[in-house]
Nanobody, 115 residues
Framework: QVQLVESGGGLVQPGGSLRLSCAPS????????MGWHRQAPGKQRELVAT???????VYPNSVKGRFSISRDNAKNTVYLQMNSLKPEDTAVYYC?????????WGQGTQVTVSS
């Protein structure tokens, strides 16, 4: 079964940057929207960014102007560039892929913003 593998998380100081990557372990056909979500301790999972197959993006106000999502359709890979990180960005970040044949989720990568 194909899995999504995330990388790039870690510990960063406030104001710093991180770049997350997410790639499938095998082939996924008919990919439509790719995205990132996050879940902080004691909170519900929330949307961080999405990108359609044509490159249209959506961000919540909490990350708009600081985060940027992109994708490489040849590699079925999605990226999340996070700048000007704040302590409230601390969470487990999950990538997801919606395809013609179903939805896939990654296992999550921890991002901690702390001095």
């Amino acid at each position: 079964q194909v899995q999504l593998v995330e990388s790039g998380g870690g510990l960063v100081q406030p104001g710093g940057s991180l770049r997350l990557s997410c790639a499938p372990s095998g082939s996924i056909f008919g990919i439509n929207t790719m995205g990132w979500h996050r879940q902080a301790p004691g909170k519900q999972r929330e949307l961080v960014a999405t990108i359609t197959s044509t490159g249209s993006t959506v961000y919540p106000n909490s990350v708009k102007g600081r985060f940027s999502i992109s994708r490489d359709n040849a590699k079925n890979t999605v990226y999340l560039q996070m700048n000007s990180l704040k302590p409230e960005d601390t969470a487990v970040y999950y990538c997801n892929v919606d395809s013609r044949y179903g939805a896939y989720w990654g296992q999550g990568t921890q991002v901690t913003v702390s001095s």
